[in-house]
């Protein structure tokens, strides 16, 4: 077994498209995607009842990265001072990853009133290479503006 780091997301307020987070893999580290989980705080009445295609895709080749989200969060070692993780992580791009070559892996329709979360079983676990970018990009644009998206994402560095 690898190292284990979970990152939390608080994406913040926001009315167009995103991408929701964008993990870059350490050279000579590939990573397992163990789960992630999306919720939000401020549709939950049924006028404000709202559905978001999300893709969580894995990008190779020489992508421009996203920018404009919020701080970067920090993908914390579950295990007691372990050493730090040589994937980076950004959340909230509000100007999303272009260009590379992009394979989908999965599609969420997203229900905002409910959390969204995605723990395959081990079998169906995502391996993204070493050098490599996964994201899980927002394809549809929000009604309103939908308050903080919040949540984890949990990975595993293969060393």
């Not at 401020?42 to 990008?59: C, H, I, P, S, Y």
Request: charged share 15%; proline share 8%.
């Amino acid at each position: 077994m690898g190292r284990m780091y979970q990152a939390a997301l608080n994406v913040g307020a926001h009315t167009a498209q995103i991408d929701f987070f964008e993990l870059l893999t350490a050279t000579g580290k590939p990573v397992l995607l163990h789960g992630f989980e999306l919720g939000q705080v401020t549709e939950v009445g049924d006028a404000q009842e709202e559905m978001l295609l999300l893709v969580l895709k894995r990008v190779t080749g020489a992508p421009t990265t996203g920018s404009g989200g919020p701080t970067a969060p920090t993908l914390n070692p579950l295990t007691p001072n372990d050493t730090a993780a040589g994937t980076t992580i950004k959340h909230g791009n509000t100007t999303k990853l272009t260009g590379g070559t992009s394979v989908e892996l999965a599609r969420f329709a997203w229900n905002v009133r409910s959390p969204l979360l995605f723990l395959p079983p081990p079998e169906g676990r995502i391996t993204v290479e070493s050098a490599t970018r996964l994201v899980l990009e927002e394809l549809t644009t929000p009604t309103d503006s939908i308050t903080g998206p919040v949540g984890w994402v949990l990975i595993e560095e293969l060393v």
